[in-house]
């Protein structure tokens, strides 16, 4: 995500660019193709809302920045209620399609072993957290500092014509429409309390897969907990995190309120693979099919793909980084992506984009500022490089979140047109909804300073 959005930005500044891609040559514990932006875990983007959710405000800078994966994820979108999903497979296709097509960019198959030769004098590593060993060891050896990791894991996908409808239905939460107008962009699956917790004895008993000593002190990132964790955690957990029965109404049942809900998200086009919401494991998968099976509507599942786990690599940013992202010892390497400490799709393109228009400004002879931590690139680049880091804690990866952003000099206190006090939730709602319209002003800002894109001109 990181590489394929900032080689693009870099290029449309008129800037020539060379990708170096392994996958091709050689692969990874996870990748299944030589696809540039191959989503290995879910399809989805998360949400798109610009207006109370800071991933969503994320979506829209990198859309007014002419940005690469934001566009080409609108034009493959699959329905996901409120969040931005794609079709992973024609998504992929498309952005490498993209950056070959470009005549500004090169792509070279090819495996880095080191540190970039010397008379590379401006180098974006955003080989995310799946970086080569021999690359992610000279790393460590220029820096002096051990690599931090965390573990990730994959949820599974099931085919469509395995689910049983008569149990379970398609329904968003709340009926909230979608990017594409959807209000029932999900299939949901209903669990009594007698199943639920048979299910969540099933999570706890089932055989997990076993960590080399090496991994064994390597934490979990929270925003994504393998299922089995999080029922280990205590009995309701799940009920109150991926399975709550909230804003859901069984049209099979409509006088009885399910204790529990599992819920699949469309995972392409064509509506054949359905992905399990919040179901990433570290389960062994004969036991994953065996425990999935137990919930109704799925007892006879059949599985495109099962849940797995992988151990993700990234570097202590805001000890090794400067505020533009290069590296303090060797300024003609800069860092984006995954391996910079930020977690997700959008934040690991984020980045990339801020990265390539820097590096591009910098051959250009252009003085171009990082975005002002108001913005939510500038904001998420502020959290890895050390702006929002308390002295003496450690560095976790991060997903963008309006924490990051600086409060607002005055918080909204009454609404605009009727002049009523807010409170509670509605004063929340209002501070987001000030908070992006300030970011998405300040990022529009900070976009137009540097030249107009080549499909612009």
Wanted: proline content about 7%; hydrophobic content about 40%.
């Amino acid at each position: 995500m990181a590489g394929s959005e900032a080689a693009w930005q870099a290029a449309q500044m008129g800037v020539p660019v060379v990708i170096h891609e392994m996958r091709g040559v050689r692969a990874t514990q996870v990748h299944k193709t030589d696809q540039l932006a191959e989503l290995v875990c879910s399809n989805s983007f998360r949400s798109d809302d610009h207006e109370t959710n800071a991933v969503g405000v994320i979506h829209e800078e990198m859309r007014r920045a002419g940005g690469l994966i934001i566009p080409t994820a609108d034009h493959h979108q699959v329905p996901a209620g409120s969040a931005l999903a794609v079709d992973r497979d024609g998504f992929s296709a498309a952005v490498t399609a993209a950056l070959e097509a470009h005549p500004n960019i090169t792509i070279r198959r090819e495996e880095i072993t080191g540190l970039p030769p010397a008379d590379w004098q401006s180098v974006i590593i955003a080989t995310g957290p799946l970086t080569s060993p021999a690359l992610a060891a000279a790393v460590r050896t220029e820096t002096g500092e051990d690599d931090l990791a965390f573990f990730d894991a994959i949820a599974p996908i099931i085919y469509l014509d395995s689910i049983d409808m008569d149990i379970a239905w398609r329904q968003s939460r709340y009926d909230k429409p979608g990017p594409g107008g959807e209000t029932a962009a999900y299939i949901n699956c209903p669990l009594d309390a007698a199943r639920y917790n048979a299910f969540i004895d099933a999570l706890i008993e089932g055989e997990k897969t076993a960590f080399h000593d090496w991994e064994k002190d390597t934490p979990y990132f929270e925003g994504c907990l393998p299922i089995e964790v999080m029922a280990e955690r205590g009995r309701e957990t799940l009920r109150y995190g991926p399975l709550k029965p909230v804003g859901l109404t069984n049209p099979h049942a409509p006088d009885t309120k399910p204790h529990a809900i599992v819920q699949l998200r469309q995972d392409n086009a064509l509506g054949t693979l359905w992905n399990m919401v919040g179901f990433q494991t570290k389960l062994k998968y004969g036991v994953q099919a065996e425990i999935f099976r137990m919930i109704p509507g799925l007892e006879n599942a059949r599985f495109a793909r099962l849940g797995g786990i992988h151990r993700n690599t990234f570097i202590n940013s805001p000890r090794l980084v400067d505020a533009r992202l290069r590296l303090k010892s060797m300024p003609r390497l800069r860092f984006a992506g995954q391996i910079t400490g930020v977690e997700g799709y959008v934040e690991s393109a984020a980045t990339g984009l801020v990265a390539g228009r820097l590096a591009a400004a910098e051959k250009l002879g252009l003085d171009l500022a990082v975005p002002p931590p108001t913005t939510a690139h500038g904001a998420l680049i502020n959290h890895i490089t050390g702006g929002h880091l308390a002295e003496g804690a450690s560095f976790q990866p991060m997903n963008v979140n309006f924490g990051l952003f600086p409060e607002l000099d005055e918080a909204p206190r009454q609404d605009p047109e009727t002049g009523r006090r807010l409170k509670g939730k509605e004063r929340g709602r209002a501070r987001k909804q000030a908070m992006a319209r300030r970011a998405l002003a300040d990022f529009t800002d900070w976009s137009e300073a540097m030249p107009l894109p080549m499909a612009a001109q």
